[in-house]
């Protein structure tokens, strides 16, 4: 294997160094898992220091990193200052990497389920005895039901495409990202408008609206620094949020919207753009189709009818409608990222698509961007094709426009617990956890225990791995070859980044990529992976000559993209070759053509809606058990409005039970006005089932317990803000 | 090693940009292996809803120009040293506890495993390196900016000479500490009325903002 | 009247023929579709191809649906139509549900990996 990219200090550094007598000063305690893992070097000898280039895995984000590694220990990992994405930055997540990295409750090597599921009694196999195994249960399940008897998820991580390869050549069609349980319908309605998913240029931006989105809490780099930026130059930012979150604390403005109702605003802002003629007329004319009927539609929204909505008062919609139309077209109504929150969130989304649209901001300064061209090659393969295969997915048809390469953990969730159309009794998960993301935790224990063989690959004992039959340990991003992957910044340009181990891998760990190639080389699919990591790279930058070098060199290859005008006369990649601010193709597939408001779902005297989102120090299910991050995060609360926590006897800090029609949890009670009274929170990565999760087993509660599983119309994505809840003081 | 003569180290934070990631807070943990629910630096904030911006306050150990933790030693285990800093000498600290309780801004912590005093020291192992200190380095927003006062070509000069700075002291006590924040950042009048014990002798003046 | 009936009545043929072979597996199968593409076209039509014979690169994204209808309708001009007269009507259709339904302008443009 290449060995990464090394920077030997120079004699002269290293006699520097040798002056502080701080340096390298470890206490017992805190570095007994280090001292398992690594031969120590004898005496008092200063300490080998090597830096190495990576990029950070904590959440999706991909910040690049430069580790400091003395004597084969990781001991931080700083942030890579060339890396234009994540502009020099790591956050607490990414600084907690190496208690990821050497995290005594890892995944040390293959286990194979003895009790029953969920009871967390295993026991250990070799390699060869795992992947055998594994290799068995999925020939003997294709021979049973078919290759689409297996489904495949895989989480958001660079040899998740191989996980996509394996399951094509394999023949199973029904493959899942995390993607239907986070972000599909922005990219459903951003596609169908405008042909391409588009990025937000934040950072030159003069007006930006964040409507249940949280940038300074769930960062996205660069958008969550640019934010900070283009806020000190001047730019507004109003923050629409049923919760007073970090972003609506920093923001201009704050609106505790309705939830559900954020449609209602946009369509008035729609009304008032066009009713007072303050869109871009030459824009609009020559780039959209449909504006005679948009111009019909939005009539029925005034702001005052919408203030009845969304309870934000129409004179503010006027005003911010203005206040948008006079900085467009550097003003921005910002996509967002996770959606999955209603049962419309597609259409949604549609009508923050169409407000950008007639802010004329597309492929300009300040407002949305294409994404820029990598470059990369994909080595392609000639997959087989199975004739007993059913001829689609297990969840097709079930949502009005399902993207056919994602579909719906939901939808097909449903069909793997009805056994209908056929029936699925195989999953392989890689690096990603529904039992606690995937709403409605109850249904996902139901799905599995339909199953012959569920296998989980990962880092860590998740919720997930603790119900598989085989769970295989996977190594942590700073131990592993990863294939180059294009990675688009918006204003920061695109990039090539990739990643060389920083240290060799612990245990018995073996990279998903490894796990793959050894089970299709036992179901004679081994020609599908023929090569190794270096050589797939190698073909991946075939045509990008100073790649290699600059990953080398800088620890990422940036692509200088154009940033503006890229759209230029080119047509939209749509129907009608224009931004669809009308869809014909909704229209046929039965969906509203344009946005057509629907209050959402009444609350009940005695219940709250219950929202979930992120904050800065967990990435859902996965972070949340990190000996450093649980330090500030060590468990989830539900926070609940004063007046209603008064009327129900509740105070801050007390125990209550959180309960929806599917089920319930209980957790500490945060009482705080910072959420609206109709409205209660939480978040994600706790309540584990997981034992093996020693530092938060026994503490929270968790979301997927209790959301039930709504899903958007459109795309099948999860709908995780439909349900209603009570909250009560847990009887002891 | 400095041939242009004495440095003055100080950092100079702009709270505005500051989100409340606590990137710095976990950055200096590892760099430093802080002891696990020790912190050496923090994020402060003004209430929340108020119909104010709210604002967000980095911080850390100030290595003050006038340090109480310094006078409430009684071994002189914490002195002013070298660059500005205020160091302690794990050699001659006995772990009493003084300076802990001395301090204004609850910068320092007995070591549970050393049994000594400690806080942060602008990471000075990294300046060795020639490294910024790490709460600085990763900071997202680079709402902490560090350098030597006493270089007026460094940033913090710069930000000296252009932007209206203030300090964060507590209202009995000024230590003249060394971290700035911009002036219209709102920071907050937090600091705490340090404890001396009985037994240490105070110079005259030390309370010298007392009524 | 008759007249208009009649127009009405193609519209709505062309319709439905519309409809139906966008739709993916409602006609032609488009999962087949991909692998006969990949077994039939991709080895002229691929980034790099050698050979006797060496097509333009071509993805389903590399064309909108009409234009892979168009394609479709005139393959006779092609100068590979030799290839195509080899394969079936069904396969035809697989391998028009598949370009078809992943076009530039289709709801799921993709690239033919």
Known sequence: ?????????????????????????????????????????????????????????????????????????????????????????????????????????????????????????????????????????????????????????????????????????????????????CLLSRNRAFLDTFGIVPFPDVLNSKYVIMAGANRFEALVTPDSIDMVTAMKDGCKLVVLDPRFTKTAALAHEWHPIKPGTDMAFFLAVANVIVSENLYDKNFVARNTYGMEQLVQHVRQYPPEWAE???????????????????????????????????????????????VNALLGNWDRPGGLILPGKVGLSSPGYDAPFYEDNPEERVDFGKALMMFPEEGSFKLSRDAVIAGKPYPVKGWFTYKTNPMQTGANRGKTIEMINELDFMLTVDIQMSDTAWMADLVLPAPSYLERQDPASGLQGGSAGACVITRDPVVPALFESKPVFWILKEIAARLDLGEYFDFTLGEFRK?????????????????????????????????????????????ERYKKNGADPMPVYRPPRTVPEDRFRIVVGRNAYITQGSSTNNSLLCQIFPENSVWIHPEPAETLGIREGDEVEVASPVGKGRLKAHVTEETRKDTVYMASGFGVLSKALKNIYGKGACIADILEDYDDEITGNMAMHETMVTVSLAQS | MNQTGKKKYAMVIDTSKCYDCKACMIACKVENNVPNDFWRNWVKHTGRISGMRTQFQPGGCMQCDAPSCVEACPVGATYKGKDGLVEINPSRCIGCGNCVTACPYDARY?????????????????????????????????????????????????????????????????TEPNIYYFAGTEPLNWPVVPTLPGNVHMPPGFWKYSG | MIQRISAVLIATVFLLVTIGLAGAGSNGNSRKGKYLYRKTCRACHKEGATGDRVGKPLSPISKTQADWQKVFDEHKN????????????????????????????????????
């Open chain 3, 78 to 113: 092609l100068p590979c139509n030799d290839q195509w007269e080899k394969l079936s009507e069904k396969d035809l259709k697989d391998i028009y549900a598949y370009l078809y339904g992943h076009a530039f302008d289709s709801p799921s443009p993709a690239k033919c990996k």
């Open chain 1, 308 to 354: 009845q909505e969304c309870e934000i008062p129409a004179k503010d919609i006027r005003r911010i409608a203005r206040e948008l139309a006079v900085a467009a077209p550097a003003a921005i109504v910002y996509p967002g990222r996770r959606t999955s929150d209603y049962e419309n969130s597609s259409q949604i989304r549609r009508s923050f698509a169409i």
């Open chain 1, 1 to 181: 294997m290449q060995a990464n990219n090394q920077r030997p200090m120079s004699r002269r550094r290293f006699l520097k160094l040798s002056g502080a007598a701080a340096a390298g000063t470890a206490l017992a305690g805190q570095s007994q898992v280090l001292h398992a893992l690594v031969k120590k070097r004898g005496g008092l000898q200063e300490p080998q220091v090597q830096r190495r280039f990576s990029v950070c895995d904590m959440c999706f984000n991909k910040c690049g990193l430069i580790a400091r590694v003395e004597d084969g220990v990781v001991k931080m990992l700083n942030p890579n200052p060339k890396f234009p994405k994540s502009r020099g930055m790591l956050c607490a997540r990414g600084n907690a990497g190496t208690k990821q990295l050497y995290d005594p409750d890892r995944l040390k090597y293959p286990l194979l389920r003895k009790g029953a599921r969920g009871e967390g009694k295993w026991q250990r196999l070799s390699w060869d005895e795992a992947l055998d195994h594994a290799a068995e249960k999925l020939k003997a399940i294709g021979d049973q039901y078919t290759r689409c008897g297996v489904l495949f998820m895989a989480g958001s991580d660079l040899q998740s495409q191989f996980v996509h390869r394996f399951a094509e050549v394999y023949g199973s069609y029904n493959v899942l990202s995390h993607e239907s349980n």
């Open chain 2, 110 to 174: 007995l070591d549970p495993l050393k049994h000594i005093a400690d806080k942060c020291d602008f990471c000075w192992h990294r300046l060795l390196r020639g490294e910024e200190p790490a709460c600085v380095a990763t900071c997202p927003t680079k709402a902490r900016v560090f350098g030597d006062l006493n270089d007026p070509r460094s940033r913090v000069s710069e930000l000296a000479e252009r932007e209206k700075l203030v300090r964060v002291v507590c209202p009995s006590i000024n």
């Open chain 1, 539 to 583: 073909k991946q930058l075939q045509k990008l000559p100073a790649a290699a070098e600059a990953l080398r060199k800088d620890g990422v290859y940036s692509i200088n993209n154009k940033l503006y005008g890229v759209q230029g006369k080119k047509p939209f990649r749509t129907r009608s070759k224009k931004i669809e601010l009308y869809s």
